[in-house]
């Protein structure tokens, strides 16, 4: 069965900094592309940021562009979020996601999700 | 950057009732690349639609993708319990992905 597990979610300060995990298993972690989608509290859905199956060409939304880094561990089948530069309106739960291969960026496997709250 | 509006924004209908949810493109979707989710309180979003019209896997019958161009919808022909729910639709331009707002399905 496919799994996504994120951890490293948490209370930051504003200005401050964390880095989101995502461990996979249950695919071919190398072969997929995977991104990032976040929910603020009672708020639709937001796309953060994809990658390539190499990692080599992560695409990411103009509100965290210059800030986030998305980057990919394929021998450890694991995804990396570094979050810098925190605001409160990054405050939500951080999903990650696998694509369906060939539907255009359609995420067809969810992991749980992991909160990150930014407040003083 | 295409923006997706989607309405209504709330539609209350009864078990066994169809519903009719409408995504709209500000400008013309290429390749068709129009996906639909759908997500319960305190639940990852699914899958249900790709392509505009291609089922994911394991998703009933009962819902089905339309649409070309700007306008698309979503139709769940015999609502279930289990189908209320918010509905949200996404879309891919080569590099950038957006969602629409979400039709919340509640029951009237």
């Known amino acids: 069965d496919v799994q996504l597990l994120e951890s490293g979610g948490g209370l930051v300060q504003p200005g401050g900094s964390l880095r989101l995990s995502c461990i996979a298993s249950?695919?071919?972690?190398?072969?997929?592309?995977m991104g990032w989608v976040r929910q603020a509290p009672g708020k639709g859905l937001e796309w953060v940021s994809i990658?390539?199956?190499?990692?080599?060409?992560?695409y990411y939304a103009d509100s965290v562009k210059g800030r986030f880094t998305f980057s990919r561990d394929n021998s450890k089948d694991t995804l990396y979020l570094q979050m810098n530069s925190l605001r409160a309106e990054d405050t939500a739960v951080y999903y990650c996601?696998?694509?369906?291969?060939?539907?255009?960026?359609?995420?067809?496997?969810w992991g749980q999700g992991t909160l990150v709250t930014v407040s003083s | 950057e295409i923006m997706l509006t989607q309405s209504p924004g709330t539609l209350s209908l009864s078990p066994g009732e169809r519903a009719t949810l409408s995504c709209r493109a500000s400008?013309?979707?290429?390749?068709?690349?129009l996906t639909w989710y759908q997500q319960k309180p305190g639940q990852a979003p699914r899958l249900l639609i790709y392509?505009?019209?291609s089922r994911a896997s394991g998703i009933p019958d009962r819902f089905s993708g339309s649409g070309s161009g700007t306008d698309f919808t979503l139709t769940i022909s015999r609502l279930e319990p289990e189908d209320f729910a918010v509905y949200y639709c996404q879309h891919y331009d080569g590099a950038r992905l957006t969602f629409g707002a979400g039709t919340r399905v509640e029951i009237k």
């Open positions: 990658i390539s199956a190499d990692g080599r060409s992560p």
């Open positions: 249950g695919f071919t972690f190398s072969s997929s592309v």
């Open positions: 996601a696998k694509e369906q291969p060939g539907s255009g960026w359609s995420f067809h496997y």
């Open positions: 392509g505009a019209s």
């Open positions: 400008q013309s979707v290429s390749n068709n690349y």
